[in-house]
């Protein structure tokens, strides 16, 4: 028989996926307030202020198929959020730079992204520091 302390590691992976799985709705509310889709709200964090970002490395990030990309570009675009541009070297490739109101947006969605779900802002100041700094080290263990 397997004693406590086992039973509690070998409980925590099924109970953080639990967890991921019951903040999805968090994230869709975020991004709800912006009038943007989960997928939508993903591609602007992913998209980079600073560089233009071609929609192969989007689709990649967004662990989805390139056509589907499309779709989402499609609509960003459509409210003037980014802009399609060929990539330097290669005009076949198309490179996303955000616009001006997509800057904005983004640094909006980030900042609410900022706020934790009250699951984890009801935690202790101490066992969110704890959390964080061992999500951390399993991070950079990636």
């Known amino acids: 028989m ?3 302390n086992q039973n ?3 409980n ?3 109970t953080l ?3 991921l799985f019951a903040t999805r709705s968090w994230w869709a509310g975020v991004c709800a307030e912006f009038d943007l889709t989960p997928a939508q709200g993903q591609a602007l964090k992913v998209l980079d202020p600073a560089r ?3 929609m192969s490395t989007l689709a990649e990030a967004l662990f989805c198929d390139a056509s589907n990309v499309t779709g989402i570009v499609d609509r ?3 409210r003037g959020l980014v802009e399609r541009r060929s990539a330097e070297g290669d005009r076949r490739v198309k490179a996303l730079t955000l616009t001006p109101a997509g800057v904005e947006l983004r640094e909006e969605v980030m900042a ?3 706020e934790p779900p009250e699951a984890i802002a009801s935690l202790s100041v101490a066992d969110q520091r704890v959390l ?3 999500l951390a080290r399993a991070v950079e263990n990636l």
């Open 2 to 4: 397997k004693d406590d």
């Open 8 to 10: 509690k590691a070998e």
């Open 12 to 14: 925590f992976w099924p």
């Open 17 to 19: 996926v639990e967890f």
């Open 52 to 54: 233009p970002v071609p």
């Open 76 to 78: 960003l675009e459509k």
């Open 112 to 114: 609410l992204m900022s």
């Open 132 to 134: 964080r700094d061992i």
